[in-house]
């Protein structure tokens, strides 16, 4: 692992990072969207955002960002946000969340498998230019 800035990472994490502003906001009324769809989302925001400033093994990263949601997920059955003094409806507090959740880790992992079928796809079309050239 080392230090490593990518533009496109971070521009992506930005694009990803209004996406889920906007299913927090505009489209919180459309239960699929805000109940499954951010969580599957928000894997891929913690990907591009460490992809951003760190060269890291790809599947080593997804693993990661699995194990680190499915920890805080649990954290949430703990009231692990109200046990550290945040208040009910502060920014951590919403953050962290606030109940558990099977479901959430189950959307956690559909995106970090949407993840690594993507990282194995690019990495595949790379490989296949390079043995062009």
């Known amino acids: 692992m080392k230090l490593q800035f990518s533009l496109q990472y971070l521009l992506l994490t930005v694009l990803i990072f209004l996406v889920e502003v906007l299913i927090a906001t505009v489209l919180k009324d459309i239960f699929f969207v805000r109940?499954?769809?951010?969580?599957v989302i928000v894997v891929m925001l913690?990907?591009?955002?460490?992809?951003?400033f760190v060269s890291v093994n790809n599947q080593k990263l997804i693993l990661g960002i699995l194990v680190f949601s499915c920890l805080v997920e649990f954290a949430q059955y703990f009231n692990i946000a109200?046990?550290?003094g945040f208040r009910p409806g502060s920014l951590m507090y919403i953050v962290i969340?606030?109940?558990?959740s099977w479901i959430d880790i189950?959307?956690?992992?559909a995106g970090c498998f949407i993840l690594y079928l993507w990282v194995k796809y690019s990495e595949s079309i790379q490989f296949k230019k390079l043995t062009k050239e």
């Open 35 to 39: 109940a499954y769809l951010g969580d």
């Open 97 to 100: 969340g606030n109940s558990f």
């Open 82 to 84: 109200e046990k550290l």
């Open 106 to 109: 189950l959307c956690y992992a």
């Open 46 to 52: 913690l990907y591009t955002f460490v992809k951003s």
